[in-house]
Structure formats: structure tokens, C-alpha cells
């Protein structure tokens, strides 16, 4: 993306501003539609968490995919847009049966990952054929916090309890049209990934009235240079193989469907902050920018890493930095970071912010959450305003309290 060019936007819009490419997601949805093309039905269904701006989901849209959805609010968003019922999956862990059942009302795709809903699903309403997300235990990747597979996870209906799910279903009647697994965040081994998919094909032959298979995400994207990513073309044409033969054995085309929100639209963000002020300590440089973890969660909740450059200063002589924020809070973005040198007033542009950065922000500090704005066909355009006080004001009451 051209520096110069991405600077600009932030003299139109105010910084801190959220810039997303729309040809970056385009190309990153034909690269798994391409992987996956020996796949006789495919299905990506876009997870909404990842970036929930109804643009985004338009673009979804448009390129014919599916949603997966978490909550009933981001079923609403779906449906907004126009997604038809049956083109989004509802993935929930711990929401309430009222919640369920009112999504189950609009037609959606229900995905269920416990006993106890199953059961009580099935009791009232048996001819709603309902999704298992099912827990193979596998790990997948080293990082406790993201990965959802392991024993004690709470995603997902243990496979050690299928005995128990048998009965269920026998006991109610229910139909189960799909079975779906979400292993974790960092696919880095694709033999991990097959490994997980076998205990999925395993459970699906017990179950006589699929539709789908879906195997949830956990595609990894780079985020510095020499930075595994999922091989989705390996991985593709290893998969498909193997989806077909099971599909052969099982005696019927079942759709095959995946859920990524990362890989789709991680790297088409970028974010972009103003330095407000550059601090020397005895140690360090800081760089403090117009922004904290109410706009940008990711370095500091999951010690993630997001390349940062000095948009302002591109040719500068590389310095170190520790960039932080402005809220009162440890809110450090990057320590020890070499990066050109950073003048105050400088534009600096994070890396991979297009997932779980503006759907994670927050009014901590009463601050307002940024604007974004979306690069469609050669234009950027504003597809969600800067917050203003009104927003902050918008649900409070000021109780009277006396004199
Ligand atoms: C969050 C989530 C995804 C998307 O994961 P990514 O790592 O962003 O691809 C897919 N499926 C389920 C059920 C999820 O909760």
C-alpha cells in the first residue's frame, strides 16, 4: 500500500482512522475458492467477529460467501445485509437457549456445542436439524490463549462423549445435518490439520443425515517477514482429496465449508495514528501516539506483533522506539522497535489490522472509537464515522441525585 497515499486518507478522515483494502480480501477469498476447487461443493462462511462493519459484510456478500455468526446481534448484522438464513451458521459457546432458539426462529443454521443445549434443543424442536461442533483434542499451534482444541478447552462436545450425543439424538428424534470442529488460531502443521480432520470424518459416518461437514478455521496469516502461514494450497489440494473419498464412502456429496476471519481480511487493514509526542528516557525512546488498547487490543492482549511503519518519515534513519498509547493504562504497542525516525506529528501505519482490531475497541478513557474507511474499486470511502460525544453520552441517564 503507498505510503504517501495512506497518509493522505488521514488528512481527510482525522487519525486514528482504520484503512481496508477490498481487492486484498477479494484476493485472499479466490485464493481458498482456488485451493479448493476440486471440492464438488464449498462453502466459505466468513467469520463476522473477525470485522463486523456492514461493508465488510457487503463485500461478503457480493463474493457469494456465507457468515458465521456468534452472538444473535451479528445474525442481525448478517441479515441486514442481506445474507439469506441459510447462508449463515450460528457458531455460539455459552449463550443462553432463549438466545438459540430466537436465532433458530430466522431460519439460521444452528450449530450447538454442549450436552445440556443439545438435549433440550432436541426435546423442543426435533425437526430443526441442528450442527455438532464437535472437540477432536488437537492442538494446534503453541498458544494456550488461541488455540481451542485441547482437552480442557471449552469449545466444542468432547468426541470421548459421542456415546452420550448418540443417545441424545436417538432419545429426541433430532436430526443432525452437520458436524463442525474449530481447532484453534495457528494452523502452522498441515498434517495437525488432517490429523484433526480424520476424528471428524470419524464421527460424521455415525451420522446418517449430513449435509455439511465443516472444519472452522484456524488459517494463519503472516505477520512479520519470515512468518509461517497456512499453506492453503497444499492444504487444499491434500483436503479436497481426502473430502472426496470420505464422501464417496459415506455415499453421498456433503458441502464442505470453512469459517476464516484472520485470513480473509487480516492483512487487507491497516491503522493508522498520529505521534503525539516523542519522549527520551535514559533507556528509551517513546513514541506516543492518539490511540491505546481502546482502538488496538491485539499487542497487548495477546502479546501479538503488527509491523509498524513511519508513513511520514519512510527514508528515515531507523531508530528504536517503544510506541505506546495515550491512555492511563500500560499500553504498549511495540517495545524496542526499529523504526525510521519518528518525528512528533509523523502518520504511523499498523500492519494486519483488519481482524479483531476495530470489532475488539472499546470508550476505555471515554475515548471515541476511530473512523473507518474502505478502498473500493480505486476510491476510499467512509464506512464508519468517528465517534462524537453524542455517542458517549447516547444510553446514559443522569439519575438526580439531590441537593
Ligand atoms: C473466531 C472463529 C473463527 C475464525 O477464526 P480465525 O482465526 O479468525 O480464522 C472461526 N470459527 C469459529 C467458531 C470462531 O469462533
Avoid: W
Wanted: glycine content about 8%; hydrophobic content about 40%.
Amino acid at each position: 500500500m503507498d505510503s504517501v497515499y495512506l497518509q493522505s486518507l488521514t488528512e481527510t478522515y482525522g487519525s486514528p482512522l482504520y484503512v481496508y483494502d477490498a481487492d486484498r480480501i477479494c484476493a485472499q477469498y479466490a485464493r481458498i475458492l482456488k485451493a479448493f476447487e476440486n471440492v464438488e461443493q464449498l462453502r466459505i462462511n466468513y467469520a463476522v467477529k473477525a470485522n463486523s462493519n456492514l461493508s465488510i459484510l457487503g463485500l461478503f456478500h457480493k463474493l457469494q460467501a456465507g457468515i458465521d455468526t456468534v452472538s444473535i446481534q451479528e445474525v442481525q448484522l448478517g441479515l441486514k445485509v442481506g445474507f439469506a438464513p441459510k447462508d449463515i451458521i450460528f457458531t455460539p459457546n455459552g449463550v443462553s437457549l432463549n438466545e438459540i432458539e430466537q436465532v433458530a426462529e430466522t431460519g439460521v443454521q444452528i450449530n450447538i456445542d454442549n450436552l445440556s443445549i443439545l438435549e433440550q434443543f432436541g426435546q423442543r424442536y426435533p425437526h430443526i436439524p441442528v450442527c455438532l461442533r464437535i472437540n477432536p483434542h488437537i492442538m494446534a499451534g503453541g498458544n494456550h490463549k488461541i488455540s481451542v482444541g485441547h482437552i480442557d478447552s471449552k469449545f466444542g462436545i468432547s468426541i470421548h462423549q459421542l456415546p452420550h450425543i448418540k443417545r441424545v439424538v436417538e432419545n429426541t428424534g433430532m436430526i443432525i445435518n452437520g458436524i463442525h470442529t474449530h481447532t484453534g488460531s495457528d494452523i502452522l502443521d498441515i498434517d495437525v490439520f488432517l490429523a484433526a480432520t480424520e476424528i471428524v470424518f470419524n464421527t460424521a459416518k455415525e451420522f446418517k443425515q449430513l449435509e455439511f461437514i465443516d472444519l472452522g478455521s484456524g488459517f494463519k496469516v503472516p505477520y512479520k517477514t519470515g512468518d509461517i502461514e497456512t499453506n492453503i494450497e497444499e492444504l487444499g489440494q491434500k483436503l479436497s482429496t481426502r473430502f472426496n473419498r470420505f464422501c464417496k464412502e459415506y455415499g453421498r456429496t456433503l458441502t464442505l465449508m470453512f469459517e476464516p476471519g484472520k485470513f480473509l481480511v487480516s492483512e487487507a487493514g491497516y491503522f493508522l495514528a498520529a505521534v503525539n509526542v516523542v519522549k527520551q528516557t535514559t533507556s528509551t525512546v517513546f513514541a506516543g501516539i492518539d490511540s491505546g488498547f481502546n482502538h488496538f487490543i491485539r499487542p497487548m492482549m495477546y502479546n501479538a506483533y503488527h509491523h509498524i511503519h513511519n508513513l511520514s518519515n519512510p527514508g528515515g534513519k531507523e531508530r528504536y522506539y517503544s510506541v505506546v498509547g495515550y491512555i492511563c493504562e500500560t499500553d504498549t504497542f511495540a517495545s524496542n522497535r526499529r523504526i525510521a525516525e519518528i518525528r512528533e506529528g509523523d502518520i504511523l501505519c499498523f500492519n494486519n489490522a483488519g481482524a479483531y482490531c476495530f470489532s475488539m475497541t472499546s470508550n476505555y478513557n471515554a475515548r471515541y472509537r476511530p473512523a473507518e474507511v474502505l478502498l473500493y474499486q480505486g476510491t476510499a470511502q467512509l464506512i464508519r464515522k468517528r465517534e462524537t460525544l453524542d455517542d458517549l453520552l447516547h444510553n446514559q441517564i443522569q439519575v438526580d441525585l439531590g441537593a
